[in-house]
């Protein structure tokens, strides 16, 4: 593909309830970076992956937020047992290297805790 | 701590008006400054970053390390300028972690 993709695009789930949310980086890229961002604000780090390597999760806001990457290209955010504040949509970037500009964002996932 | 300060969550100006878009930081260490830009309907974007020192769509930005701001201007505003502008940073020895603006909405009025 073109870009970085994510998937999905919306997701709506009740409060309690896991979700999984992917991100396809551009091919080849060895950077790839989660962010999330709340309504009316600016996306805020969570984590960072240099290929299967996560080398920053500082970001995360608690242990129900995990990230992986196993073979280096696709990721997966899981969040476990939702919260409404949860809500928020979650941007995916990617770069060609370590430290490389620019990001090449996603179009993000929505996702909704009822 | 790392922070990246927008004061105007909204800006409107008139096309051919000049325009600048307030950025304020505080970053412990060496920052690298970046203005993203997302336009209606599409994915956020790089616009500039202070590094490369470049004009993009007529848009510079100066980093005053002494003001520690790295304010957006362009002299004169069109209609298809209409967006949402992040300033952000990163550290010139750490890029892996970004610090995002809450984000101006730039309004160009016909």
């Known amino acids: 593909g073109a870009g970085v993709s994510q998937s999905p695009r919306y997701k709506v789930a009740k409060r309690g309830q896991d979700v999984a949310l992917r991100c396809d980086p551009i091919s080849g890229h060895v950077s790839l970076f989660w962010y999330q961002q709340a309504l009316g604000q600016g996306p805020e780090f969570l984590t960072y992956?240099?290929?299967?390597?996560?080398?920053?999760k500082s970001g995360l806001p608690s242990d129900r937020f995990f990230a992986e990457r196993p073979e280096g290209s696709v990721s997966t955010l899981k969040i476990q047992r939702t919260q409404q504040e949860d809500s928020a949509v979650y941007l995916c970037?990617?770069?060609?290297?370590?430290?490389?500009?620019?990001?090449?964002f996603g179009d993000g996932t929505r996702l909704s805790i009822l | 701590a790392q922070r990246v300060t927008q004061p105007e969550k909204l800006l409107s100006v008139f096309k051919g008006a000049p325009v600048e878009l307030k950025c304020n930081y505080s970053?412990?260490?060496?920052?690298?400054l970046f203005w993203y830009v997302q336009y209606s309907r599409q994915r956020l974007q790089l616009l500039l970053r202070h590094i490369s020192r470049e004009s993009i769509k007529g848009f510079t930005a100066d980093l005053n390390k002494g003001e520690t701001s790295f304010h957006l201007k362009k002299p004169f505003a069109q209609e298809e300028d209409s967006a949402m502008y992040y300033c952000a940073l990163s550290g010139l020895s750490n890029f892996n972690k970004f610090y995002f603006g809450s984000g101006t909405k730039l309004n160009v009025k016909p």
């Open positions: 970037a990617s770069s060609p290297r370590e430290g490389s500009q620019p990001q090449h």
């Open positions: 970053y412990s260490g060496s920052p690298e």
């Open positions: 992956f240099q290929n299967e390597a996560q080398l920053d």
